[in-house]
RNA sequence: GUCUCCUUCGUCUAGGGGUCUAGGACGUCGCCCUUUCACGGCGGCAACAUGGGUUCAAAUCCCGUAGGAGACGCCA
């Protein structure tokens, strides 16, 4: 039997980090198996779903390289369709209309919470056979009490449920339209899914949904509910731990490469393994080796990986990529330097923006100073600095990094001045910043006459 | 409250009865490299939630306890 697979994202909010990584298992899952990746708009909440979002989900997973096979299905568009089963349930006597208004049912409901006990809707409309007027009714599906589910869940493994926990739950609402545990068993059923993979927090789903298959007389497909992710004190990852949606990371400076090798490591592995290109990731994907526990989001692996896959790129790709980050528009001489300069400038950087940062050195002279500057541009620093531009400006000095290296540590030699007071002094007349790469590269690829004009700059920029 | 699930270093995890004085990675600490910071190299600290079984032998199997999470909508 041939596998095929969906991710389900509704567009209600933009793209949750966790819901990347169901995607990704989707995808590797299916590519594994030599499968179909579908991809479906669990757009039913009109009120909620934006069209922005739905076009942010296909950014996302174009930019992971997470592709879909044949076209998204939107399920606004089948609506009919899964109000045509509820009736046809209605007419086999599997389905019921319920006229119990919100508020009685509300009123059951704190009753119950008095009495301490479990709330379950008592099926009070069921054996109704003449409707009541003035009410619109909901369809609610007749479920089986009898016995007990159960299901062999990749990851989860056997779970089993007692039908007696069930209630009869909403097929349509009062105003005709579906709820989504008929339009997901509808539609995975209409798209022919044989393995529904998503978040844990719809196992309990899955037994109501069994019901509705079962109903309908459908084969129930093979279900594999991953562990969600949280956050570093272990609660549901939310806004308060900083970026929860996939964009965020997009915006903070994340490689794409760097995201999907973390997500992946999250909640699975393969050995000792830790660093997995996307082939190797699909040759060796399986839920065998997913684990069931719940893991943290931790966001200094994530950098340290990031930094990996930043000195991992060649040079001119990952200029490519900076090209969006910066503030300006950068002239050809720029890049030129940017790229020669690139290698010692990826050795430091664990995103991106901090990449596109360290490399204003190259674009343009420092237009302030970090405060812990201040201990480099006394007096005593201005004259070193003078005297160095006077000598390279007289061409006592070389502008080649080596030979300018070697003379500086002799001038620093001779006049008996430590070499680290000369070169940070240098480094933050060139950059502003007490971390760069070596100063003696960067005047080498500023050239003579603009390291000149910064090593004489005057420090008032604070 | 009811149901379901989870529990190995701070974090992600390896482990599927003896090879475990529990391995790797991130983080952290120290050293080396070095004009700074990184990168790189070397080393240190650090975990089987708890109580009972089963067994010659348990991190690994079983039961209880505690703690955590999720689900209990005319949301998805």
Redesign the pocket.
């Known amino acids: 039997m041939s596998i095929k697979v969906r991710f389900a994202?509704?567009p209600?909010g933009v793209l949750h980090i966790g819901s990347v990584r169901t995607a990704l298992f989707n995808y590797l899952f299916a590519r594994h198996n030599n499968g179909e990746f579908c991809l479906r708009i669990?757009?039913?909440?009109k009120l909620?779903s934006t069209d922005e979002n739905t076009q942010l989900i296909f950014k996302i997973l174009k930019w992971l390289d997470i592709d879909w096979d044949g076209e998204p299905v939107i399920?606004s568009s089948r609506i009919e369709r899964h109000k045509e089963i509820a009736h046809d349930l209605v007419k086999k006597g599997k389905a019921y209309y319920?006229f119990?208004?919100?508020e009685e049912?509300e009123q059951k409901?704190i009753k119950c919470q008095e009495l301490?006990?479990?709330?379950?809707?008592d099926g009070k409309c069921r054996e109704l056979t003449t409707p009541i007027v003035g009410i619109s009714p909901?369809v609610r599906l007749k479920s089986n009490t009898d016995g007990s589910t159960t299901i062999n869940d990749m990851v989860?493994?056997?779970?089993?449920?007692?039908n007696s926990?069930m209630?009869d739950?909403?097929l349509l609402?009062?105003?005709g339209?579906p709820?989504?545990?008929l339009?997901v068993v509808v539609d995975d059923h209409d798209m022919g899914i044989t393995h529904v993979i998503r978040g844990?927090?719809?196992?309990?789903?899955t037994f109501r949904q069994i019901q509705i298959f079962n109903a309908c007389g459908w084969n129930i497909p093979t279900f594999g509910h991953i562990?969600?992710i949280?956050g570093?004190d272990?609660?549901?990852l939310s806004k308060r731990h900083g970026a929860v949606s996939a964009i965020d990371y997009m915006q903070l400076g994340y490689l794409p490469e760097a995201i999907s090798n973390y997500l992946l490591?999250?909640?699975?592995?393969h050995?000792?393994d830790?660093i997995i290109s996307r082939d190797d990731a699909i040759k060796w994907f399986s839920f065998?080796?997913v684990?069931?526990?719940?893991?943290?989001?931790?966001m200094?692996?994530l950098?340290?990986l990031n930094?990996?896959y930043i000195?991992e790129r060649s040079n001119e790709s990952l200029l490519e990529y900076m090209l969006p980050f910066f503030k300006l528009e950068l002239s050809e001489l720029h890049k030129k330097r940017i790229l020669r300069g690139m290698d010692?400038l990826k050795?430091?950087?664990k995103t991106i923006i901090e990449l596109v940062d360290s490399a204003m050195v190259y674009v343009q002279a420092p237009t302030s100073y970090d405060e812990k500057c201040r201990k480099y541009q006394t007096d005593f620093h201005t004259e070193i600095l003078n005297d160095i531009a006077n000598k390279i400006e007289s061409g006592e000095f070389s502008c080649d990094e080596e030979t300018l290296?070697s003379q500086v540590?002799d001038y620093a030699k001779e006049r008996n001045i430590k070499?680290?007071e000369i070169?940070?002094a240098?480094?933050v007349a060139l950059c502003g910043k007490?971390?760069?790469?070596?100063?003696?590269?960067i005047v080498a690829l500023l050239g003579c006459s603009e390291s000149v004009s910064r090593l004489r700059a005057n420090k008032s920029k604070h």
């Open positions: 994202p509704s209600t669990e757009d039913t909440d909620r399920q319920c119990c208004t919100p049912l409901k301490g006990q479990p709330y379950k809707y909901v989860q493994g056997v779970v089993t449920v007692k926990q209630d739950l909403v609402r009062s105003d339209t709820t989504y545990m339009s844990d927090d719809h196992l309990t789903n562990p969600l949280y570093s272990g609660a549901k490591r999250l909640g699975w592995s050995g000792d830790e065998d080796n684990g069931k526990s719940p893991s943290r989001f931790d200094a692996k950098q340290n930094g990996h000195r010692s050795a430091r950087a290296c540590k070499l680290v070169a940070q240098m480094r007490l971390v760069s790469p070596s100063v003696f590269e």
